[in-house]
């Protein structure tokens, strides 16, 4: 669970992410700027954001959210009690509305729930349409995705994670049921956990093994290193 803090006050920024870190949440980043808070949202695709109503940077908190769409949960946490401010922050349809202080017990329990209705909704709602589309609910939207635009599968014992360029999906889906979908459409299997669009690949690092696809880095099994090189060097296939 990776979490970007968007908070204007150093001391409370560090304080929860202090309690973050506690109860074994990742704090990926932490910014006061609505600016960075849009770039972090890109570059770390976090699976949660706490933030403040206010951000230094032009735009407000509320309006980062806006911004966002509902493509991440958002967790708001604020010192302002206004009627007309949680209106605004209510029409982005976040998790929840918290004043400070917040304790460590609210937090956490807050972050819990937001975590497993993020994980139940994304497993309900994934349906493939047919070899080129598939639907997802995100939030209180469902949103079309064409195959094409996965970057790799994570395979998990029964889960599945599907990386976009701006998400990730977790789908309750068998592996089989994946390799027909993907059969002959530009996906490899790389490691044994995982399958990339060739598409997508942006350098393949041999001295690591390591595969760049935007911003993120795949690792590279050395049984199918091989077979990827033949590939991307256009040669037939080597089995």
Do not use: C
């Not at 570059?43 to 951000?55: E, F, K, S």
């Not at 209106?87 to 819990?112: C, H, M, S």
């Not at 970057?151 to 999906?169: A, S, T």
């Amino acid at each position: 669970m990776k979490l970007l803090i968007v908070e204007d006050n150093a001391t409370q920024a560090s304080t929860l992410g202090a309690m973050a870190e506690e109860m074994n949440f990742q704090v990926a980043a932490i910014t006061d700027s609505s600016t960075e808070a849009l770039r972090l949202v890109k570059a770390i695709h976090p699976d949660l954001i706490l933030m403040d109503t206010y951000t230094e940077g032009g735009i407000d908190g509320i309006e980062i959210a806006e911004k966002i769409k509902n493509k991440i949960p958002v967790i708001f946490i604020s010192s302002m009690q206004e009627d007309e401010i949680f209106e605004r922050a209510k029409k982005t349809q976040p998790f929840a509305y918290l004043n400070k202080p917040v304790d460590r017990q609210t937090l956490q329990r807050t972050i819990q729930l937001a975590t497993y209705q993020q994980t139940q909704n994304q497993r309900k709602n994934f349906k493939w349409i047919d070899d080129t589309t598939l639907y997802a609910r995100i939030g209180y939207q469902i949103q079309k995705f064409l195959i094409s635009s996965i970057y790799y599968i994570q395979v998990n014992q029964k889960q599945v994670k599907l990386g976009f360029e701006d998400r990730q999906l977790d789908a309750k889906i068998t592996f089989k049921t994946i390799h027909e979908k993907l059969a002959s459409r530009n996906f490899i299997k790389v490691h044994r956990s995982f399958i990339v669009n060739i598409q997508k690949i942006e350098k393949v690092d041999l001295a690591n093994n390591l595969i760049q696809m935007g911003s993120y880095k795949i690792p590279i099994s050395r049984r199918n290193k091989k077979n990827l090189l033949t590939i991307l060097a256009g040669d037939p296939i080597v089995h």
